[in-house]
């Protein structure tokens, strides 16, 4: 579990983060949506420790790591996977030596272990054939599966993701979010996605953050948001009238789903 307390983070007078709390769960998919400036990527950045906050708490499992020095930084981050938005694979090695080197710097066995590992890790994304094959010779989805091999190898309690479907058509984007969220469930990890897709939001999202001018302006699952009803949240999700549509439709299925409509009429506060 990730906690965020009241955390701020500021450059020079502009405040980028004005007092932001929330929890994130392992075992689920946690999303950072928002427009561009709203501060979403800053509050990742600030939860890898990519960044510092001027003030607050971010807590690992109850382990302030705002006040750890680096030494025990380092211990979480090897922890933590991360898939970058352009999957940031070495172009001179091949697609098993890229899995690899997280091993290589943090892990520990001889090769022959470090070698079954990687093979483990490629064969749950479906690339065990591409192991000696270089990123320029396979597609972008292949890629971020890469990615997310290489994320996964050291067994992390954590993952952050950078906007794992950008730059990939409509039905490979499916089967990323589709591979993130099996892994979620699998290894029971706390995943954290920054991401502008709606369908990962409509989806994957177990728990929705949404970042509006450096504040959490609402918080919810992907069931909770189809009836929230923040005039913001819904002007930045559904702002087309096809997606107006889409949110209708999707509605009247829910309100079908008697399990759904008992838990509606059981008194959960609307966000």
Same mark, same amino acid.
């Given at each position: 579990?990730?906690?965020?307390?009241?955390?701020?983070?500021?450059?020079?007078?502009?405040?980028?983060?004005?007092?932001?709390?929330?929890?994130?769960?392992?075992?689920?998919?946690? &999303?950072?949506?928002?427009?561009? +400036? /709203?501060? %979403?990527?800053?509050?990742?950045?600030?939860?890898?420790? $990519?960044?510092? #906050? @001027?003030?607050?708490?971010?807590?690992?499992?109850?382990?302030?790591?705002?006040?750890?020095?680096?030494?025990?930084?380092?211990?979480?981050?090897?922890?933590?996977?991360?898939?970058?938005?352009?999957?940031?694979?070495?172009?001179?090695?091949?697609?098993?030596?890229?899995?690899?080197?997280? &091993?290589?710097?943090?892990?520990? +066995? /001889?090769? %022959?272990?470090?070698?079954?590992?990687?093979?483990?890790? $490629?064969?749950? #994304? @479906?690339?065990?054939?591409?192991?000696?094959?270089?990123?320029?010779?396979?597609?972008?989805?292949?890629?971020?599966?890469?990615?997310?091999?290489?994320?996964?190898?050291?067994?992390?309690?954590?993952?952050?993701?950078?906007?794992?479907?950008?730059?990939?058509?409509?039905?490979?984007?499916? &089967?990323?979010?589709?591979?993130?969220?099996?892994?979620?469930?699998?290894?029971?990890?706390?995943?954290?996605?920054?991401?502008?897709?709606?369908?990962?939001?409509?989806?994957?999202?177990?728990?929705?953050?949404?970042?509006?001018?450096?504040?959490?302006?609402?918080?919810?699952?992907?069931?909770?948001?189809?009836?929230?009803?923040?005039?913001?949240?819904?002007?930045?999700?559904?702002?087309?009238?096809?997606?107006?549509?889409?949110?209708?439709?999707?509605?009247?299925?829910?309100?079908?789903?008697?399990?759904?409509?008992?838990?509606?009429?059981?008194?959960?506060?609307?966000?």
């Amino acid at each position: 579990m990730i906690e965020l307390r009241d955390i701020k983070k500021g450059f020079g007078d502009k405040e980028i983060l004005k007092g932001v709390s929330a929890t994130m769960e392992s075992g689920k998919v946690n &999303l950072i949506i928002g427009s561009s +400036g /709203s501060g %979403k990527t800053v509050m990742m950045k600030c939860i890898v420790g $990519l960044m510092t #906050v @001027n003030s607050g708490t971010i807590l690992y499992n109850d382990q302030d790591f705002t006040a750890m020095d680096e030494h025990e930084k380092k211990t979480i981050r090897q922890e933590i996977g991360m898939l970058f938005q352009g999957s940031a694979l070495f172009d001179s090695m091949t697609v098993e030596q890229n899995v690899m080197f997280p &091993l290589d710097m943090f892990g520990k +066995g /001889s090769y %022959k272990e470090k070698k079954k590992r990687v093979m483990e890790c $490629l064969d749950r #994304v @479906n690339l065990k054939d591409a192991a000696k094959r270089f990123p320029a010779e396979i597609s972008g989805g292949m890629k971020k599966r890469v990615g997310i091999a290489r994320a996964i190898v050291l067994n992390p309690k954590y993952l952050f993701c950078d906007e794992p479907n950008s730059g990939l058509d409509p039905q490979t984007s499916l &089967l990323i979010d589709k591979l993130i969220k099996e892994l979620t469930l699998e290894y029971t990890i706390t995943t954290v996605i920054n991401t502008h897709d709606m369908n990962t939001v409509m989806e994957s999202g177990d728990h929705i953050i949404y970042m509006y001018e450096g504040y959490k302006q609402w918080e919810g699952s992907n069931e909770e948001i189809i009836f929230a009803k923040d005039e913001k949240l819904n002007d930045f999700i559904f702002a087309s009238e096809f997606l107006r549509d889409a949110k209708e439709m999707r509605q009247m299925e829910m309100f079908r789903d008697k399990n759904w409509r008992d838990r509606l009429q059981g008194g959960k506060p609307e966000k």
